[in-house]
């Protein structure tokens, strides 16, 4: 089957810094990458789509210049968050498309973030 | 606002009984509809997807969806304890925009009892 990694599956950081999570298809080419973020007890939330070779759509109330995505490759997908703060620790998870169908999405393992 | 409500429970079921989960959505456009099932700390885990009303099973599970009522549902026969996780529901809700992503319920949270 597909499978999606995320490194790294956890990271802790001060405040003010920036951190880069890198989502991976291991053995498809994903045309698109979505990134989810999740806060405890709620459920995900979209917060970008990311298409290889041009800018992400960023889902309303989602800073683009705060959360950075690079989709440079048909297996790699970036997500940078940028000078980061407490509530920014949350679950982020990614998730790749293999085909045009939406059924066709492999969500990766997540990414812990916790900002001292 | 594009919204998906479910009960977030906890719903407890017997070992070996049939489990109703149960989800409303707001866009009527929406064309897929998806099951996942996620243990605490992990990423959701595909279960089923459904298009079109009525009914589809696969193995101990079925969903079944209702476009007019704007409902979905999930049932999981001769339920388990390793069945006990957070069911979420979610929707594509897709306007043609590019942005397609899912858009998730909070999920509901299914304790099976030995």
């Known amino acids: 089957g597909a499978v999606v990694s995320q490194h790294p599956s956890r990271v802790i950081c001060k405040s003010g810094t920036s951190v880069k999570i890198e989502c991976r298809s291991l053995?498809?080419?994903?045309?698109?990458m979505f990134w989810y973020r999740q806060f405890p007890k709620q459920s995900l939330m979209l917060m970008a789509t990311?298409?290889?070779?041009?800018?992400?759509?960023?889902e309303q109330g989602v800073e683009k210049d705060k959360f950075l995505i690079n989709h440079a490759s048909l297996t790699l997908s970036t997500l940078t968050v940028t000078s980061a703060h407490p509530e920014d620790s949350s679950f982020y998870i990614c998730?790749?498309?293999?085909?045009?169908?939406?059924?066709?999405?492999?969500f990766g393992p997540g990414t812990r973030l916790t900002v001292l | 606002q594009k919204e998906v409500e479910q009960n977030s429970g906890p719903l407890s079921v017997p070992e070996g009984a049939i489990a109703s989960l149960n989800c409303t959505y707001s866009?009527?456009?929406?064309?897929?509809f998806f099951w996942y099932r996620q243990y605490s700390g992990k990423s959701p885990e595909l279960i089923m997807f459904?298009?079109?009303?009525g009914d589809k099973e696969d193995g101990r599970f079925t969903a079944q969806l209702n476009k007019a009522s704007q409902y979905v549902s999930l049932l999981i026969r001769d339920s388990q304890p390793s069945d006990s996780a957070t069911y979420l529901c979610?929707?594509?809700?897709?306007?043609?925009?590019?942005?397609?992503?899912?858009?998730f319920g909070k999920g509901t949270h299914l304790i099976i009892q030995p």
């Open positions: 998730s790749a498309r293999l085909g045009r169908d939406p059924d066709t999405q492999y």
């Open positions: 053995d498809f080419q994903a045309t698109t």
């Open positions: 990311s298409n290889e070779g041009s800018k992400a759509t960023y």
């Open positions: 866009d009527r456009g929406s064309q897929s």
């Open positions: 459904i298009y079109s009303n």
């Open positions: 979610a929707v594509n809700m897709y306007s043609g925009g590019g942005a397609d992503g899912l858009t």
